[in-house]
């Protein structure tokens, strides 16, 4: 060893610094990660100001931080894949560099797309030429391929699909993202919960990981995030309202009984009864003031708001957030309103179940429940009413609770191999249906009602051409329209409508009925005549909180829809409307789906004539705006008009 080079040796060693510089997940995201106009319509780098809401989430996965899981439930359009997975996965890979990763989301095919479209592109957008494979020797390997990615530092990240967790065992996982979890399987077999699988691969890091979980969740009782967001402190984003600064979680309505005003969302209408959008605005809880669009970044600021916990931990370090869509700048809150009015009619009344789950889940980033599965034979039994029975029209008490008496009669039939089941509905204006007539023909003939010939056939014939039924006001009334089931005997079926060129229909339900809009649309039959295609589900989903709604004559004005029997309604008519109920069934993907389920041979037969009755009803309404008073759509005003004329579906008593 000489003194040659010392001095610059020297220089160097002392030029070494004793320390990084540390910054947290949001400083570096800021400084560093640059969002082209491909991402973003206003491009630039990350600033945290427009999603205030992820500054503490996101600062949480600072390795200082005593967060080790993370459930953030949310609602859509609030950021989360750029800053729920995507940044924390740019600071590890960025600063920090060393870690062992993975993401996971539904299935390997879309974790995979996301690497190549989103995660590669975010360090190249922002300039950082960091990934490297573990073989630097060998120059055909970039350290970036659809399976794993390796960068500077030792650090890397592998992507997975929920559905694949025996790939997962190889490797030791130290930060791991969990992504969408309610599209992952419940189960997986004998392997369990996928959510814990994933998480047991960060066991020889536990007292250091880091687990990110996001989703907007689906059905209650079956939703993955929901069970980790009660796991955790469930946070809630408290704004401070800008006139009184009272904090408050943002929640879409309630009333403050105290002072005697509703709060949360309001708007309201312009001159052609549509949504005005530029009058919503959310009213604080405490004192009324308004909040319009235009000062939602000064309401949702991170100078005005603060996360609050509301709950205990399962253990310390498990951290749960809710974000709802009406924290979003990106979603404006005309849109929110947009989603309520798609599920609920002006007055408040549910009208598509379907959408009202899409609010529930992607609005107001809940879980969304099946109200009341079952109907009970004791909450049926009170839609019978003490005042009528079977075969009576009942006009004069009728109309103390209605907006009508019956303004037509429907008969719906449905066909069985030995029996036809029907009955005679009476509608008021609104809609409101009164059970008139129960009854089941059962057929005397070994062919049963598959012969068009059997006396069951017959009667049925008889009803629709001479059957008269008087009210007590002095109304006789006659069959307005007939709808026949043909799910069995269909050619039978077929035949036996072709016999009238109006008012007598075949029907089908459509199991695809919670696919489309249209409650009902037009079908032929195999011997070309028409008929229609019932959306059986839909109608199904209208009923039930009707029949679940209670009403006795001391109540006042019925509701609409609100189901009416006679006081001689068997008990067993009355049972057939509790035999249907809707469960949830998981499918062999893992996913839970929605559906009416009856039990084998279990008798339904009133609840299936109900539904093809609110069916007749409005098939009946499009058909005269259609054919009487040559209207494009429905038009009620002009149909109820219509229905008052004598003659038509009614006529004085001589």
Known sequence: MTLLGLDWMEEQINGLTDH????????YNQDVRYLPRSVTSAPGYLDLDV?????????????????????IKKGVQVANNTLGIESPLFYVAGFL?????????????????RVEANIIPMFQQSGLDIFQTADVDNASKTGKTRNLLQWIGGGYCVPLGAKNPDKARMWSIMWLWLDEIDTFPETLG?????IQLFKDRCAAFWRSRKIGMGGTPLLKGASHIDKEYERGDQRQYMCRCLKCGFPQSLRWSGENEEKNFKHGFAWDYDSKDRLDIDSVRYV???CAEPHEENSKSKFINKNNCHWEPTSDPIEPGIYSYHMPSMLSRIQPWYKCVGAWLQAYSKTGKVRNIAKLQLFYNNILGESFEIIGERFTFQRMSAHRRSFYLKGQIPNKEIEKYCPSGIMFLTMTVDVHPN???LCVMGFTIGGNPWLIERKNLTSPNENGCEDLDDPTWAEVQRMIDEQEYTSDDGKIYRLAITLVDSGFAEKVVSEFCAQWETSVYPIKGDSLSDKRLNEFKDLKTSSGGAGFLIAVD????????VLRRDWQPEFGDQGRYQFNMPMDATDEETKELTREYKRQRKLTNGNMKQEWFCSKGARNETWDLLIYAMAAFEILAHLVCKNNLELDETDWIQFWEFCQNEEIFWERAA
């Open 20 to 27: 990084v510089i540390h910054q947290t997940p949001v400083e």
């Open 51 to 71: 999603t205030p809401y992820w500054i503490e989430p996101l600062n949480n996965f600072d390795p200082f931080h005593p967060m080790r899981e993370q459930a």
């Open 97 to 113: 560099r060393a870690f062992p990763t993975m993401f996971v989301t539904a299935d390997k095919e879309l974790a995979s797309g």
């Open 190 to 194: 004998k392997d369990g919960d996928p």
């Open 284 to 286: 604080c809880k405490n």
């Open 419 to 421: 029996f036809l089941a």
């Open 538 to 545: 839909a109608y199904k989903d209208r009923m039930a909180p």
